[in-house]
């Protein structure tokens, strides 16, 4: 179904993201041998990553968002290394459609700190995005802990799958 919904409130919506309890590995063969983990203070300790891929880890949960919404990810994170935000994208009926190709990169110090990115919700190739699944991911030999999730949905102005009419466009092709 295609569709083009026009916000006036563009209301921010709080996604709950308890680490211990929302959270599990990405079980993709690029991830093995996987990397270890546990969970110390109330953060997620991901170790020992020798995958050539690195190490993935995702909400359980899947999360209503569209196309031209933004997604307000805030976390205490440490470790060494890199790690990245990642959203993967699914249909209405829960199909899988594929992985954003940009991620939100950030650097990890021996000390706890505060990161804020903000990604934006796309459609991909394989059809209109209706749901995501937020992803944390990072290269092979880092390390992290991160803990303290405060998961923000904030409503795009325009929303969905149509473009706009080639009339409407300054600069058309």
């Known amino acids: 179904m295609r569709s083009l919904l026009f ?3 563009c209301l921010p919506v709080f996604l ?8 599990s590995r990405n079980a993709w063969e690029g991830y093995k041998p996987f990397a270890k983990h546990e969970f110390v ?3 997620l300790h991901i170790f020992d990553v020798q995958a050539e891929k690195g190490y993935g ?4 949960t899947l999360h209503e968002g569209s196309s031209g919404d933004l997604l307000q990810v805030k976390a205490k994170v440490k470790g060494k290394g890199q790690a990245a935000f990642q959203l993967q994208y699914y249909s ?14 950030f650097a990890l110090e021996a000390e706890w700190r505060v990161i804020d990115c903000l990604l ?11 749901k995501f699944r937020l992803t944390v991911i990072g ?15 904030i409503p795009g102005i325009y929303t969905g799958d149509l473009v706009f009419p080639q009339h409407w466009q300054v600069f058309a092709d």
């Open 7 to 9: 916000a006036f409130l």
């Open 16 to 23: 709950c993201a308890d680490v211990a309890k929302d959270w």
């Open 41 to 43: 203070e109330e953060a």
């Open 57 to 60: 880890w995702r909400r359980i």
């Open 92 to 105: 209405a009926e829960q199909t899988w459609l594929g992985v954003d190709p940009t991620t939100s990169s």
């Open 120 to 130: 934006n919700i796309a459609n991909v190739k394989n059809g209109p995005t209706e």
């Open 139 to 153: 290269p092979k030999d880092s390390e992290l802990y991160i803990k303290d999730f405060s998961v923000q949905l």
